[in-house]
């Protein structure tokens, strides 16, 4: 314990039981003025993204232009393809036709905007991650299972070794421990009188 | 207060996961089936839907050497059991994304506990009718033909032709579907890693979850991406049926030439989808044990939804007699009693009785909730669904305008082979998904339970929340 004092903490990781419990210890440190804190859940909770004061996904302004795009790649395809480099006049339509182009110039929208949904979800995720600091706890495994947890990370302003501690055991973390970064290494904390 | 995931008792509702499941117990109930060792009965099936997939290889490798001269195909059917098996495939393939995007985007929240089911069943099936547009083309070695690609003769393909607008629409289809299904399993993956004792074990699963740690800031992008994959998925679920009914209605042949088509196509694909779905829970359900997982409520649900398609589906064909008399045209008014009492007769009943006749059954709630009989109906509706494509292929094509050239469609031994084949491929995969992958969305399931709810309090952990608040206060001083 001495000796981990001088090697600088990732974060402390707080254990709630309950969703009730995890979501107003969420509440408590958005109103404390924290900013970089996170909840760690198996499944999304219902008002978490309120209660951690977050704003909106930004995942639409992305997929927007990506959509568009692609109905412009098919239109522009089509038309070049059928109008202009090899025209068929088949059935007596004209070369470029543009309302049997609709179900392409659809589907390439959809194919387009699907593949920037997934894949900008995951770069606003910052994903794929290789490791994590929050996976150096043993404990954390259970957090895809039934177990909440919240963490509090040390580059925040607020961040205090010993005012975030009193602000998670007031919100009755059921265990609370330090991560460091590069030593795989964590520290449990003895909780207070608070502990549940 | 009340808490909008609990029942209402008053108004009927029941628990959508069994009484008494926790979050841990629907975790072990899913994983466990990915980390014990598979079930004899597993290995049975396996090594039987392999074999059937060794029979696919060998039929279709022997169609490559010789041509497609070794089908039943011949003038005038030039389209038979190749099309007929591809749109059945395709049509099964619906049931996933129904399920996964429409009923998501009503907030129907029973879905969760087949969608991921559903949803790989999609998949496999959509594999599945691949084969056959690959296939049946007779040189399959020039099947790049379908697709815009530069070549040496300088050609593009013709844009106008629903034939192409098939190509991209199942491909689309093929692709978004994956996406969708392994978005879902993210947060699974990460919950099958951190549960992995074995080293590798822990590798594959921790490299397919992405890093996934369950975070807020990440969840709330994912149930965006989630929420726009759906919204993307129901007009593209639509609108696939729809364009593979454009292979035949844009065509000028009786029997074919209808607008009614991508509608009555839709509505059969959902029918035979869910059929197929229920078909392949009603056993993994038993064998694994997901009976507080998949209640009886889902099954009843789903029910009703194949009488609901399945009445569709009645429609469309007794609509299609009616426009066949009131349009008169003699050529479409032949065809349609040709349907119904030419040589293909035998057909025509075969996809009236089950398709029509045998989901009636399910206005009746004793027979709607009943496993045996929901187990035969939906082989019935899924033997109907396949008859329905025969029927509308080879019985238009059969006798066409110039009666020298009429004929008898009779499929060949590599016929029956290479459908029974695909069988097999799908089994295939199927089984290895079940083995491997987390069959129920765990994640979605719990999200679902009545301790999910950010209110829920049961009674004793509410009087101590209120007594602690004032400590609480203090601390954040």
Redesign the interface.
């Known amino acids: 314990m001495a000796s981990s004092k001088k090697k600088k903490p990732f974060a402390y990781l707080a254990e709630f039981d309950?969703?009730?419990a995890v979501?107003h210890a969420?509440e408590?440190l958005r109103?404390?003025g924290y900013s970089k804190f996170?909840?760690?859940?198996?499944?999304?909770?219902?008002?978490?993204?309120a209660?951690?004061g977050?704003s909106d996904?930004?995942?639409?302004l992305l997929?927007f232009p990506v959509a568009m795009a692609g109905t412009a790649t098919a239109f522009t395809?089509?038309w070049w393809?059928?109008g202009i480099?090899?025209p068929?006049v088949?059935?007596g339509?004209p070369p470029f036709?543009l309302p049997?182009?609709v179900?392409?110039m659809?589907?390439?929208t959809?194919?387009f905007?699907?593949?920037a949904?997934?894949f900008?979800?995951?770069h606003?995720?910052r994903?794929?991650?290789?490791?994590?600091p929050?996976?150096n706890s043993e404990r954390?495994?259970?957090?895809?299972?039934?177990k909440f947890?919240i963490s509090v990370e040390a580059d925040d302003p607020k961040f205090d070794l010993e005012k975030t501690k009193?602000?998670l055991?007031?919100?009755?973390c059921t265990h609370l421990e330090i991560v460091y970064d590069d030593d795989g290494q964590t520290e449990t904390i003895p909780l207070g009188q608070?502990e549940? | 207060m009340s808490y909008p995931y609990l029942p209402k008792k008053e108004l009927g509702e029941v628990p959508l996961a069994g009484e008494g499941a926790?979050?841990?117990s629907l975790?072990e109930a899913v994983a466990r089936v990915t980390e014990n060792p598979a079930p004899r009965g597993w290995w049975i099936a396996f090594l039987s839907a392999a074999s059937f997939l060794g029979v696919m290889t060998i039929a279709i490798g022997y169609l490559f050497w010789t041509g497609i001269g070794v089908w039943g195909n011949n003038a005038p059917v030039y389209w038979a059991w190749d099309i007929t098996n591809f749109v059945w495939w395709i049509g099964i393939g619906h049931a996933g994304t129904l399920i996964s995007a429409v009923l998501f985007l009503f907030r129907q929240k029973w879905r969760t506990s087949i969608n991921r089911f559903a949803e790989a069943m999609t998949i496999f099936a959509v594999i599945c009718a691949l084969v056959f547009p690959g296939i049946h083309v007779g040189r399959t070695w020039y099947a790049y033909y379908m697709l815009?690609l530069p070549s040496e003769m300088?050609?593009?393909?013709?844009?106008?032709?629903?034939l192409?607008?098939d190509v991209?629409?199942v491909s689309?289809y093929a692709?978004?579907s994956t996406?969708?299904w392994?978005?879902g399993l993210i947060?699974d993956l990460?919950?099958l890693?951190?549960?992995a004792r074995n080293p590798l074990r822990k590798k594959i699963y921790g490299?397919l979850a992405?890093?996934?740690?369950?975070?807020?800031?990440?969840?709330?992008?994912?149930?965006?991406?989630y929420l726009?994959?759906a919204a993307?998925?129901t007009?593209?679920v639509l609108?696939v049926h729809s364009?593979v009914s454009?292979d035949f209605a844009t065509s000028v042949l009786p029997g074919w030439h209808a607008t009614i088509f991508p509608p009555y196509f839709v509505a059969g694909a959902v029918f035979s989808g869910f059929a197929m779905v229920m078909t392949l829970m009603l056993i993994t359900r038993a064998v694994y044990g997901m009976r507080s997982i998949v209640t009886m409520k889902h099954l009843e649900l789903m029910n009703k939804i194949m009488l609901v398609t399945g009445s569709l589906v009645g429609y469309a064909y007794g609509m299609e007699f009616f426009i066949a008399w009131y349009g008169g045209n003699d050529y479409e008014l032949f065809c349609f009693k040709n349907r119904a009492f030419g040589p293909y007769a035998w057909a025509y009943w075969t996809m009236i009785s089950c398709n029509v006749i045998s989901p009636q059954l399910f206005w009746f709630k004793k027979l709607r909730t009943s496993i045996p009989v929901m187990f035969v109906v939906s082989i019935t509706i899924n033997i109907g669904m396949w008859f329905e494509r025969f029927v509308i292929i080879v019985t238009s094509l059969h006798r066409d305008f110039l009666p020298s050239s009429w004929g008898y469609f009779r499929p060949t031994l590599v016929d029956i082979f290479t459908y029974c084949g695909t069988l097999g491929l799908f089994f295939t995969a199927f089984l290895l998904f079940l083995r491997w992958v987390p069959m129920i969305a765990?994640?979605?399931v719990?999200?679902v339970l009545p301790?999910?709810?950010?209110?829920?309090?049961p009674e004793e952990?509410h009087a101590?929340?209120h007594h602690?608040e004032p400590?609480?206060?203090?601390?954040?001083e």
């Open positions: 309950t969703t009730p979501i969420a408590k109103d404390a996170d909840a760690h859940t198996p499944f999304p909770i219902h008002g978490m993204d209660a951690m977050l996904s930004k995942l639409g997929v395809m089509m393809m059928n480099d090899y068929l088949i059935g339509k036709s049997s182009m179900p392409i659809f589907e390439l959809v194919l905007s699907a593949f949904t997934v900008g979800m995951l606003l995720n994903l794929p991650r290789h490791h994590h929050v996976f954390f495994a259970a957090a895809t299972d039934d947890f009193k602000v055991e007031g919100a009755h608070a549940a | 926790t979050f841990r975790t815009p300088q050609m593009w393909p013709n844009f106008k032709s629903p192409i607008w991209f629409a689309t692709t978004v996406l969708f392994y978005v947060p990460a919950t890693r951190d549960r490299a992405l890093g996934w740690r369950g975070a807020n800031r990440h969840w709330q992008n994912y149930e965006r991406a726009i994959l993307l998925s007009p593209l609108s364009v454009f765990i994640a979605e719990k999200g301790e999910s709810d950010p209110h829920y309090h952990a101590d929340h602690a400590v609480a206060a203090e601390a954040e």
